[in-house]
């Protein structure tokens, strides 16, 4: 068991860390199967098709912009930004603001607890430790470069991939939002 492991064994901090560690299919499935099991027993159904997608998005969220800034030298390190509180907070907000208005509550809850899990399990091991990373206060804090998560660190394949990925989705994203806008308010965009 990689947790009994982690608590009971005399690992190093980036031994542990390793051993925790989450890809991006485990933190959505992670964040996946408590919305699915509170949508089974409060409606006897699976979760709708909008659903999935929002959860997806959210739990990929902070990645999905923080790496490939990372990878364009805009942010010191994948880590920081989206996975900040002075940006996650307003994005989280905001996004539970357009989904009040627009009567999707669910779909904004849905979205914000996806993030969280995801920002929870990137800093689990700090937290863990007892630390308080100055990442999660970035840009307030100084960051020193680092060599990123073990899936996708500065330089590896994966990153540059990450990133395609990421532009495709956010792109995706911000069409379906400007539709959805559109619809919405009636204006031609
Ligand atoms: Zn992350």
Do not use: C, N
């Amino acid at each position: 068991m990689p947790i009994l492991k982690y608590f009971l064994s005399d690992l190093t901090y980036s031994e542990k860390v390793a051993l925790i560690a989450l890809g991006p299919v485990e933190t959505f499935l992670l964040a996946l199967l408590p919305v699915s099991g509170y949508v089974f027993f409060r409606y006897r159904r699976l979760p709708t098709r909008p659903m999935l997608f929002v959860v997806f998005v959210g739990s990929q969220f902070p990645d999905l912009v923080d790496k490939p800034l990372e990878l364009a030298r805009v942010v010191p390190w994948g880590r920081v930004g989206m996975h900040s509180l002075p940006f996650a907070i307003p994005v989280a907000v905001l996004v539970l603001m357009y989904a009040r208005t627009t009567d999707r509550t669910h779909l904004g809850v849905g979205f914000v607890f996806a993030y969280t899990v995801h920002w929870l399990t990137d800093w689990t091991p700090k937290f863990l430790e007892g630390t308080i990373p100055p990442s999660i206060f970035w840009p307030f804090t100084t960051i020193s470069k680092s060599p990123g998560a073990w899936w996708g660190g500065p330089g590896q394949i994966f990153l540059i991939l990450w990133s395609i990925f990421s532009v495709i989705l956010l792109g995706l994203v911000f069409v379906l939002l400007l539709k959805d806008i559109s619809q919405r308010y009636g204006h031609r965009i």
